[in-house]
């Protein structure tokens, strides 16, 4: 079982308005049109359990997923989790010993990555920066968070980066992985209870041009570094989310420094158990905003 976001054919076969939904092996089964990810996750497991229950009704097709977000979800990222991560940070930067220091610190890297309005789906581009010369995608376990600090979920994230600009120097991080295209999840939220071991969960990461497949490799959550209700415990040592928050756990697939995306390329991420993650790359002036009325 999956959340999903999509939107349901319109008279003319087209997208309407889009919907959350429960997938499952009978197809998706909308909820009440009044569903929002924020209210499911304003309280503990056990409400975000029984706001999936009321998915009721025959099951039909979502024309097109979307990202499985609000659009004021707040996206939270950790950083130099796992290994691999932090030997590619080192290769990158000009001050490497920052990254050294942080992967074995007791407090964990965390930052801000996005809001949900700006976070793009399955199916949906991402972008690379036009000031930037090198650009990667890092396929990351995303942990759904209650408002009362428990895990409802996972989904897949790439954590779009521009190794160019944060390399130059860490204060540009914000500039090398808050811009418009670099944050997408999907293609739904698998439920915490659904997956029994985050700690096992394969990871695949796959980059076509064209008709041929210019990287891959894969990996596993059995070697991240830090423990995932440790990065919880930090998110909310100082702060809170009424509405629930998602935070990516770190990558452990960096493409190496000869590699860079380009517009035309296309990004596959599959994560064990919650599903495969599918997005072209473009520049930032080719992305499309999600235009809803506010509020929603």
Known sequence: MRLVRGHLPDDTGGPGPARWAVRDEDGDRPLPEDFSLGEALSSGLDH?????????????????????????????AAGVTYRRSREARKEES??????????????????????????????????????SSWDVPEPELAVVVCANGEIAGYTVCDDVSSRSIEGENPLYLPQAKMYLGATALGPGIRPAWEVPDPYDLGIRLGISRGSREIWAG???????????????????????YPYGVILTTGTCLVPESDFTLTPGDEVTIEIDGLGRLVTPVSAVDGIDLWREPPGR
Do not use: M
Not at 102 to 124: C, I, M, N
Not at 219 to 239: G, N, Q, Y
């Open 94 to 131: 000009h001050e490497p010993d920052i990254y050294e220091r942080v992967y074995d610190a007791p407090r964990p890297e965390l930052f801000f990555k996005s809001l949900g309005w700006r976070v793009r789906g399955h199916g949906q581009t991402i972008a690379v920066r036009p000031d």
């Open 48 to 76: 975000f359990r029984r706001s999936l229950a009321a998915a009721t009704g025959p099951a039909v097709t979502l024309a097109s997923l979307a990202a499985p977000v609000d659009r004021w979800t707040e996206v939270w």
């Open 218 to 240: 894969s990996a596993s959550t059995r070697r991240l570094h830090r423990r995932i209700d440790d990065l919880v415990e930090h998110l909310l040592r100082a702060d809170r």
